[in-house]
């Protein structure tokens, strides 16, 4: 969706100033983040508003700030999806010929225009690419009626929009572009997406591999009834567990509505029985503690047993940990978090273990 507006951008310079549930890391920067991918071995890349593209190879001890895109001064790049610590593509939103992909392959010294928009009324929304094959997804909001879906099998340097059926839009209800986590991909190769609007959140999913399945639809038990409330992000763990967040983003204190789990593989939906407190705009799971985080404005809740309650994850005083490091967050690719006003931070490796 065209929504959630954000600020300027430039570039990150890292070092930890406290032992926290966040690292937090200092910078020279009031870009506002929602694109962050943390590839493995220390590589991570992360985005943001006007051209920001900045990486990693240490694992956040530098951050280092790449080259612009030609022509991308004024771009809001909202996701990134990287293959490795020289190849990446980073995904900007906004309407019409506003929404492309540029794609680096020598460690974000250049950038290549690989693809523009080509529907005026267009907008995507979230980028998703397997760095283990050569396969992609791209969602985008309406247009006609109609989800925009596009996938790509030569590691997003082509992409077609699809054919698939069961894509048609319910009235205002769109995609929310806030931490590019609204497309799922999970390990039986069911592809979904969530959405939100006036009418109640849903998730459209489909199983097959042909263009002749089409996508099927569910509600979503999370908060609805406006065009800036529903899901906003999705997470799946192995072949069992798919995690849901949003909310309303216009009250971020608003905890009703805000998570929903399926412990079937989608088949039915719960909504949380402990509520995070307040809406969020990002998922993840940590595998080596068994545990969720989810993260919003007003702070981080964190859940062990799979979706059913959560519990906020608040900095302790006594640790001298920073009071604001619970809070600010737009998106999670642990283990970092990335946020508005320049704000990235590492997680703890012992902040699940308290």
């Not at 048609?168 to 190769?189: P, T, V, Y």
């Not at 705009?281 to 989810?294: F, I, M, Q, R």
């Not at 959560?310 to 006594?318: C, E, I, K």
């Amino acid at each position: 969706m065209r929504r959630l507006a954000l600020g300027f951008a430039t570039m990150f310079v890292a070092s930890a100033i406290a032992s926290a549930q966040w690292t937090m890391e200092n910078s020279t920067t009031i870009a506002d983040l929602r694109g962050i991918h943390s590839v493995g071995g220390g590589v991570a890349w992360a985005s943001g508003t006007n051209g920001t593209i900045i990486r990693t190879e240490d694992g956040g001890y530098l951050w280092q700030s790449c080259s612009m895109p030609r022509g991308a001064e004024h771009l809001d790049f909202r996701g990134i999806q990287a293959f490795d610590a020289n190849t990446a593509i980073v995904m900007s939103s906004g309407k019409g010929d506003l929404s492309r992909l540029y794609k680096t392959t020598d460690g974000c010294h250049t950038w290549k225009l690989i693809f523009t928009n080509p529907d005026k009324d267009g907008f995507w929304d979230a980028l998703l690419l397997n760095r283990f094959d050569r396969d992609g997804e791209l969602l985008g909001d309406p247009v006609n009626g109609k989800f925009v879906f596009m996938e790509t099998s030569d590691k997003g340097d082509t992409w077609t929009k699809t054919k698939y059926q069961g894509l048609d839009a319910l009235k205002e209800e769109g995609a929310f572009a806030a931490s590019n986590s609204s497309l799922m991909l999970d390990e039986r190769f069911i592809t979904g997406f969530i959405t939100g609007g006036p009418l109640g959140p849903r998730i459209l999913t489909n199983e097959g591999s042909s263009e002749t399945e089409a996508f099927k639809t569910q509600s979503l038990p999370l908060k609805g009834g406006s065009p800036s409330a529903g899901a906003f992000s999705i997470e799946d763990r192995a072949w069992c567990c798919w995690v849901v967040v949003g909310g309303e983003y216009t009250k971020p204190d608003d905890s009703n509505g805000t998570a929903a789990y399926t412990h079937d593989g989608g088949k039915t939906w719960q909504a949380a029985h402990s509520q995070p407190h307040g809406y969020r705009s990002s998922v993840a799971y940590d595998a080596s503690t068994k545990t969720w985080l989810t993260v919003g404005p007003n702070g981080t809740d964190i859940s062990t047993d799979d979706g059913r309650n959560w519990r906020p994850l608040h900095p302790n005083p006594a640790l001298h940990e920073p009071a604001d490091a619970d809070r600010n967050w737009n998106a999670l690719s642990l283990p970092f978090v990335v946020g508005p006003h320049g704000r990235i931070a590492k997680l703890n490796p012992t902040a699940l273990k308290r």
